[in-house]
C-alpha cells in the first residue's frame, strides 16, 4: 500500500492511544488511507476550500484531507481520547488542522474563522448524521453556508437521500436534499471496509448546494405538506392532506396532482406547486 503521509500507520496511532472503538459514539474506523484519500478526493477543489470533519476520530479521513491538498481543516470531535493523535496530525501539518473538542450538534463551526467557499466532509457518526444533513439542509437563508456536503452514511440512508419519486426510499428526506442540492452517491463500500465492521453496507453521498430552490416554495410550508404527505404515505394524499386546509382537493387540482394519489408518485416540483397554492389559499 503506498503511503500517502510519513505519519504512523492507524493501527499503530489506534494502539498508541487506546482507541478502542466505542459503539455509542458510533465509532466505524476507516483504516486505509489510500481509501481514506480517495473519499478525500470526492470533495471537490480541496486546495481552495476550508473543509469542515465531523468526527475525525484518529484522524483516517483527516490524513486523506490533508494529503490531498485542502487548504485547512476544521475538525470536531467528541471523543477526548482521540485528541492527542489529532494534535500530532496538526503538528505534521502545521497551520492547516484546527481541532475542537465537543459535540458536532452544539459546537459552531463558523466561530472558527473559517473561509468560503467551506465544504464539508465526513465519515458521519451513524447517530446524528441524518440530523446533521436535516440542520444543513434547513438553515434560515439559502445559499447556504457550505458549499458542497460529501458524507457517509448506511446505505438505506443515502438510498433515501437520492431516491425517485416511484418507490419506498422515497420520501422527506429526498425532498429537503433534492428541492435545493444535487445528491448523488459517489461511492458504495461494504462493512470490511471499517473497523469494527458495522452490520450494514455504507455509501458516501456527495451533495452540492444550488444557487437557488429548483422550484420556488416557502421553505415551511414545504416541510408541513411533505411531513403530512409521507407521515401517512399509504393513504390518498386527500386524506393524507386533509388536516393542511378544508379545500385541500382544490389545492391538489390546482397543483396539477390527483387527489386520489399517494406521495411516493408525487414529484418534487408537484410538492412545491401544492405548497404555493396552500401559501396562496392561507
Ligand atoms: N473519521 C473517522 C474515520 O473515518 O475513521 C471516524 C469516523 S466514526 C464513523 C465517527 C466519529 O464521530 C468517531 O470518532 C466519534 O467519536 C465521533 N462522534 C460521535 N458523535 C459525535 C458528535 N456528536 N460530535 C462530534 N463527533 C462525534
Given at each position: 500500500m503506498s503511503r500517502i503521509d510519513?505519519?504512523?500507520p492507524l493501527r499503530?496511532?489506534?494502539?498508541?492511544?487506546?482507541?478502542?472503538?466505542?459503539?455509542?459514539?458510533?465509532?466505524?474506523?476507516i483504516l486505509d488511507l489510500n481509501l481514506t484519500a480517495r473519499?478525500?478526493?470526492?470533495?471537490?477543489?480541496?486546495?481552495?476550500?476550508?473543509?469542515?470533519?465531523?468526527?475525525?476520530?484518529?484522524?483516517g479521513?483527516?490524513r486523506g484531507?490533508?494529503a490531498?491538498?485542502?487548504?485547512?481543516?476544521?475538525?470536531?470531535?467528541?471523543?477526548?481520547?482521540?485528541?492527542?493523535?489529532?494534535?500530532?496530525?496538526?503538528?505534521?501539518?502545521?497551520?492547516?488542522?484546527?481541532?475542537?473538542?465537543?459535540?458536532?450538534?452544539?459546537?459552531?463551526?463558523?466561530?472558527?474563522?473559517?473561509?468560503?467557499?467551506?465544504?464539508?466532509?465526513?465519515?458521519?457518526?451513524?447517530?446524528?448524521?441524518?440530523?446533521?444533513?436535516?440542520?444543513?439542509?434547513?438553515?434560515?437563508?439559502?445559499?447556504?453556508?457550505?458549499?458542497?456536503?460529501?458524507?457517509?452514511?448506511?446505505?438505506?440512508?443515502?438510498?433515501?437521500?437520492?431516491?425517485?419519486?416511484?418507490?419506498?426510499?422515497?420520501?422527506?428526506?429526498?425532498?429537503?436534499?433534492?428541492?435545493?442540492?444535487?445528491?448523488?452517491?459517489?461511492?458504495?463500500?461494504?462493512?470490511?471496509?471499517?473497523?469494527?465492521?458495522?452490520?450494514?453496507?455504507?455509501?458516501?453521498?456527495?451533495?452540492?448546494?444550488?444557487?437557488?430552490?429548483?422550484?420556488?416554495?416557502?421553505?415551511?410550508?414545504?416541510?408541513?405538506?411533505?411531513?403530512?404527505?409521507?407521515?401517512?404515505?399509504?393513504?390518498?394524499?386527500?386524506?393524507?392532506?386533509?388536516?393542511?386546509?378544508?379545500?385541500?382537493?382544490?389545492?391538489?387540482?390546482?397543483?396539477?396532482?390527483?387527489?386520489?394519489?399517494?406521495?411516493?408518485?408525487?414529484?418534487?416540483?408537484?410538492?412545491?406547486?401544492?405548497?404555493?397554492?396552500?401559501?396562496?389559499?392561507?
Amino acid at each position: 500500500m503506498s503511503r500517502i503521509d510519513d505519519l504512523p500507520p492507524l493501527r499503530e496511532v489506534i494502539a498508541a492511544h487506546g482507541l478502542s472503538a466505542r459503539k455509542e459514539l458510533g465509532q466505524n474506523f476507516i483504516l486505509d488511507l489510500n481509501l481514506t484519500a480517495r473519499i478525500a478526493r470526492m470533495a471537490g477543489d480541496l486546495a481552495q476550500s476550508d473543509i469542515i470533519e465531523i468526527g475525525p476520530g484518529p484522524g483516517g479521513l483527516t490524513r486523506g484531507l490533508l494529503a490531498e491538498g485542502a487548504r485547512r481543516v476544521l475538525a470536531i470531535e467528541k471523543d477526548a481520547r482521540c485528541l492527542p493523535a489529532l494534535e500530532q496530525i496538526a503538528a505534521h501539518y502545521p497551520g492547516r488542522l484546527g481541532v475542537v473538542a465537543g459535540d458536532a450538534l452544539t459546537v459552531d463551526p463558523l466561530a472558527h474563522g473559517l473561509v468560503p467557499p467551506i465544504r464539508i466532509c465526513a465519515n458521519l457518526p451513524y447517530n446524528v448524521g441524518t440530523e446533521l444533513l436535516v440542520r444543513w439542509l434547513t438553515p434560515p437563508q439559502w445559499p447556504p453556508f457550505w458549499t458542497s456536503l460529501t458524507l457517509m452514511f448506511q446505505r438505506e440512508v443515502a438510498e433515501r437521500i437520492t431516491a425517485r419519486p416511484g418507490g419506498r426510499a422515497y420520501g422527506r428526506l429526498a425532498i429537503l436534499a433534492q428541492w435545493r442540492a444535487e445528491a448523488r452517491i459517489v461511492m458504495d463500500l461494504p462493512p470490511q471496509a471499517f473497523t469494527p465492521p458495522p452490520k450494514v453496507s455504507s455509501a458516501v453521498v456527495h451533495l452540492t448546494a444550488l444557487p437557488a430552490p429548483r422550484h420556488p416554495a416557502d421553505p415551511a410550508l414545504l416541510s408541513r405538506v411533505v411531513a403530512a404527505a409521507f407521515g401517512q404515505r399509504r393513504k390518498m394524499l386527500r386524506a393524507s392532506l386533509r388536516g393542511l386546509h378544508p379545500a385541500i382537493e382544490d389545492l391538489l387540482h390546482e397543483a396539477g396532482i390527483p387527489p386520489t394519489e399517494r406521495a411516493e408518485q408525487v414529484p418534487l416540483e408537484g410538492f412545491c406547486a401544492l405548497a404555493r397554492a396552500l401559501a396562496a389559499a392561507l
